[in-house]
């Protein structure tokens, strides 16, 4: 890991001696890398502080945080005896992070900020959660301050982890007594147009009876048309025969 020659012959049990997980020691940073620092502990060979112990925060670089020559305080994470490697961290020991949390957890939290979509709260891991807008309640939420101000302690259950990012989604929902079921209002239905009572056991009107009705109301239609039709006839071969007689009676007295 970059030691000196030194360093690397020195036998595991005296390095790692006086040392137990979760010690407290200070230490002298002696490189950074993209991955994390080595620090000079006192023990004649260097612990390694990856990037993802220095903050409970997001890190990008370990050079966001450290240079070579910085005075740190730090704990014993673990101890490897056999590689003769000692994981170090910047975080004490019992501080929750992100990756303390579980979807499903509820947790206390305080609101710290508020924005249009949704309010932040401090966990205590060191990063806020998103509490959305969405997430407030049962029903529209239109803006953050109808329901939480800036201050306000409050429980909220883990919805979502994005550990990667460091990133937390919340609800407050998923707490609050399920919404009342709303029931469909049941659709009016129209009386009869002369104003009778449906509610009258002699007015129900059987689909048979219907039926029948409704047959007899179009035989009547169709004996109305066929009356019709004759009708017409009887015109046009009274109106043939009267035109049949004038004609043989102008044809009688040369009339043409």
Known sequence: MGQEPSTLR??????????????????????????????????????????????????ARASDLVKEGDKVQV????????????????IAPGTKSVRDLEEGDVVQGRVTRLE???AFVDLGVGRDGMLHVKEMGHGFVEKPEDVVKVGDELQV?????????????????????????????????????????????????????????EANKSG??????????????????EDDLIQRTIAHHRKSKGDY
């Open 10 to 59: 020195i036998p595991p049990h005296k390095v790692v001696r006086t040392l137990a997980v979760g010690q407290e020691v200070d230490g002298v940073v002696k490189r950074v890398t993209d991955f994390g620092a080595f620090i000079d502990i006192g023990v004649g060979r260097d612990g390694l502080v990856h990037v993802s112990e220095m903050s409970t925060t997001r890190v």
């Open 75 to 90: 704990w014993v994470k673990e101890l490897d005896r056999e590689k003769n490697r000692i994981s170090l961290s910047m």
């Open 116 to 118: 249009r979509y949704g």
């Open 157 to 213: 259950k883990v919805v979502g982890i994005d550990r990667r990012r460091g990133r937390v989604d919340l609800s407050i929902k998923d707490l609050l007594p399920a919404a009342p079921e709303t029931q469909a209002p049941v659709p009016e239905v129209a009386g009869p147009s002369d104003g009778s009572d449906w509610g009258q056991e002699d007015d129900f009107i059987s689909p048979f009876e219907l039926a029948l009705q």
């Open 220 to 237: 009547e239609r169709r004996r109305d048309r066929n009356r019709k039709k004759s009708r017409s006839w009887e015109y046009e071969e």
